[in-house]
Nanobody, 126 residues
């Protein structure tokens, strides 16, 4: 069982930055692919970024590429999302998710992730 706890959300002005963190309680954290998703009011949950468990390859949604950076620290069982140049449209609840390696896994699909955090609110004012 893996438990995920996000932190770092808050209110920021457009153009500002926030850093989200996700702490995992699982001892097998280093073998999990990790992702960040977000859900804005009235919209479906969408993929933001992900990082591979073994070689650290990263993947981003087109809307955040060049502004957001995902990273992980396996020694500390944490994954982070550095968000720069924030826009009002980035306002959403951000969720951390974990997925053990599996055949056919797709980093951007919600269904591929087995464990989810409770979410942290990010609000960007214009």
């Amino acid at each position: 069982q893996v438990q995920l706890v996000e932190s770092g959300g808050g209110l920021v002005q457009a153009g500002g930055s926030l850093r989200l963190s996700c702490a995992s309680s699982g001892r097998t954290f280093s073998t999990y692919n990790m992702g960040w998703f977000r859900q804005a009011p009235g919209k479906e949950r969408e993929f933001v970024a992900a990082i591979n468990w073994s070689i650290g390859s990263t993947y981003y949604a087109g809307s955040v590429k060049g502004r957001f950076t995902i990273s992980r620290d396996n020694a500390k069982n944490t994954v982070s999302l550095q968000m720069n140049s924030l826009k009002p449209e980035d306002t959403a609840v951000y969720y951390c998710a974990a997925a053990p390696p599996k055949v056919g896994f797709s980093y951007s699909l919600i269904a591929g992730y087995d464990y989810w955090g409770q979410g942290t609110q990010v609000t960007v004012s214009s």
